[in-house]
Structures are given as C-alpha cells and as structure tokens.
C-alpha cells in the first residue's frame, strides 16, 4: 500500500461517509482521483457555522485540499466540483450501496483512477437510469475486476471458451466448471456469463443469474459481515 506523505491540493473526490470524531469534528472518508479512499477529520465542521458542514455530501462532484503523514489526515477545505446530483428514492439506496461497497473492499490509499472515473458515471446513470439493477450489476464486476478479483467470464477454469448452450457452476477463485450441486457456487448458463462479458443485460435470465452470481462473489469476498444496505435493496425490489 502506498502511503500519502504530503498535501493534496484540489484533488477531485467524492464523500463516502462521515461520522463524529471528538466533539466538533467528523470523520471523513473520501474516494479521491489519484490517490484513492482516504481518511481526514474536517475539524470543527459539527459547528452550525461551519464553512465545511453543508458540503460534506455524498454523491457530489468536490474537490478537495488535506495534509498529513498519519492515516488519518486533516481535510482544510472542500469545494463544489459541479452541478448538484440528485438521487432519489431507490436510486438514493443504490447510491449508499456503492460507498459502502467501496469503503468495505476498497484499500486506503491505493489508486484505481479507473474506478473513480466510473464510479462518477455510475453515479449519473443512477440518477437518470430506469434499469437500476443493471446498473448495479455493472459496478459490482467493474469494483472486483479493478480490484483484481479474477472473474474470468469467457474461458472455464481450464481455459477452455465458454459455450452459451452449457450449463455451469461459478466458483470464486476458480470460475466456471462443471456442474455439481455437492460443491459452492451458483448454477448458471454460458450465456448468462457470455452475456456479461459483452455488457448485454437485456435478457431476463441473465439479470437473475448474473444477480445470483454477484450476489455470491461479493459474500465470498466481504466476509461474514453483511452489508447495511444490500439487505435493503433486497426488502425493496430484490436487487
């Protein structure tokens, strides 16, 4: 892990989360271009007249200035970025479920400039977007690939093409490989992963299998604790 030694100047971010910290100041957890997810307490920002606290808000283009060798730096000021971002609704729940995403599997302080980018643009399409499950099951592969989580989706796991007509079982660190239901993983088509490889989400099978099947990497991967937010997505639509 690369650790950040020196300022940072009206870097772009985006707030993930913030919670209190003493008794005037927050924590703030950023997703920074350039650098990645990065701590800074924004000092006295809990005060009702601070320059800072109206700012502190997810899912907005800032930028950013902080400092500090510690892991835990000092944010000096924020700045709007751009025009105002409004999730609402579903998509509001879809928004929390990419920052918690991101601030359970995301290293601090390790670049994925890639992942920023297209965090941003899978912030627009949930603001604009009527296929939010699409979009999720987007960021969910791009996050684990970016990350570098094998999930090879056009060979099997002994290199051989996926054939869109065979059936298969998807198994984390191994990929597609013959069926067995005495062993993990889920059951699903070659299409289905053919269909993922190619971006398609048009068919209605691989939206189901293709939820399954992220919903059972990111477990594999997150560990015991579950996500706050994935349950709601869940009790909602069954995203």
Known sequence: MVTITHRQDNQPVYVLHTYP????SLVVELFAQGVGR????AKGARRPRSAMRGMLQAFQPLTATWSGKQELKTLHSLDWAG???MLQGEALICGFYLNELLLRLLPREDPHDA??????ATLKNLAHSQNL???LRRFELKLL?????AVPLIT???GEIITSEKQYRYQAEHGACAP????NGVQLSGKTLLDMANDNYTDATTQSQSKQLMRYLLAHYLGDKPLHTRQLLIDLQGF
């Open 21 to 24: 910290f003493k008794e005037t």
């Open 38 to 41: 990065v701590a800074t307490t």
């Open 83 to 85: 025009g105002l971002l």
């Open 115 to 120: 992942l920023f980018e297209y965090y941003s």
């Open 133 to 135: 499950a699409t979009t």
């Open 145 to 149: 690939q970016e990350l570098g989580y």
């Open 156 to 158: 099997d796991e002994h």
């Open 180 to 183: 067995n239901p005495r062993q």
